[in-house]
């Protein structure tokens, strides 16, 4: 009988080995998770900043949530990550670019006990992949500390002919102050002021971004608009419940064919109508993608911010009230919206659901509200 308290020759090979396995893996995991640049990403970075950037576009994708959708073949995807593949293509399709992505991923753990970064960081520039890094997104100071402090370590500064953007795809971003955002931090707050933050953070004191893609549910509103206009000239958004909190991105491929003019204005209705071309051919929803001119639209945000925050306010009230019920609405379906300035500074493309009582809306004003609804 073998004496189990003694090792023979054999097991001391077998634990150098378990105990390198080990040391190696923990090298990796800590190594993987570094955010130092490489000598390569060094040389790299040097040789490309050499070739003309003519566009920066800030890409955000939220996947902290549940994105899983099933196509006609029942095939199982993660809309954060289709998200993501064409992202890098727009990054790998624009040689006179830098492009910024940010995937905000579920909070993980290695071996059960160690946590690992849940952001990933690419930076594409020329149309080649600079940096590609792990991150923490988890930050008391700030919702969006650790990525702004990504951009400005890379980004190429602006100069007054360079074309900027600032791409947001994930959920309905709320504008109460309700938890629940991230699926991995269910108690920290996430709402349209955050995000306000942020951008302002990514630009500091530099201009606005030309053009925002604001790619959620519900993102058309007065105040989401008001708010986030301070740091885009033109945004693009759905008022309306947006299938998978998708717009099609393939337009932004080769910017350096579809924008040789530099007008962002033009631009962002070509692809607001491209995204609108392709929802309606894969969904059945109500489908509305709507161009607000930022500088034209202010006359009528700012005739409706009393009535709005008014109404806002009584919102919040009732929240709680087990009896109340909250729904979102078209602005233009209550009267004190109802303005001739409306209409100005908005291009809408709209189209009914084909199912369902929304089927008889053929109509909509781009601004979304929300209402009590009695019980």
Known sequence: MRNPNRLSVMDF????????????????????CSANLSVQHEIILSDSSAQAVHYSIVCFIHGDGDYIYHDT???????????????KKVAQQ????????????????????????DGEFFYYRNGQLIVNELYWRDNEKSRFQNEVDLYHRFHENAKPEMVSMFLYYGHEIPELDVAGYDASYPDRKF?????????KDFTRDSARFDLM???TCFGGTPHSISALGSFAKTIIASPENLHLSYFDLSSLERLDLRMRDGDVPTYAKRFA???????????????????????????FLRSV????????SAVKKEKDDLFSAIEHCDCADL????????????????????????????????????RSVAP
Request: hydrophobic letters at 40%; aromatic letters at 14%; glycine letters at 4%.
């Open 13 to 32: 090979p077998y634990s150098f080995f378990l105990l390198s396995v080990c040391a190696v893996l923990l090298l990796l995991l800590f190594s993987s």
């Open 191 to 199: 709402t349209i002021d955050d995000l306000t933050t942020g951008m």
């Open 213 to 215: 893609v604001l790619s």
């Open 94 to 117: 624009n040689p006179y670019a830098e492009v910024f992505i940010f995937h905000q991923k579920p909070r993980r753990h290695f071996l059960l006990f160690f946590p690992l970064r």
């Open 335 to 370: 009267p004190e919206y109802v303005l001739p300035t409306m209409n100005a500074g908005v291009d809408i493309f709209y189209r009914p659901a084909l199912f369902g009582k929304s089927k008889i809306k053929q109509n909509h004003s781009g601004w979304e509200c929300l």
């Open 305 to 312: 911010q009393m009535v709005y925050n008014h109404n806002m």
């Open 273 to 299: 109508s491209q995204a609108f071309d392709q929802l309606t051919k894969d969904t059945q929803t109500e489908v509305s993608v709507v161009v607000y001119d930022v500088d034209r639209v202010g006359e």
């Open 73 to 87: 073949n029942g095939k199982k995807y993660k809309a954060d990550e289709q998200t993501l593949a064409a992202a």
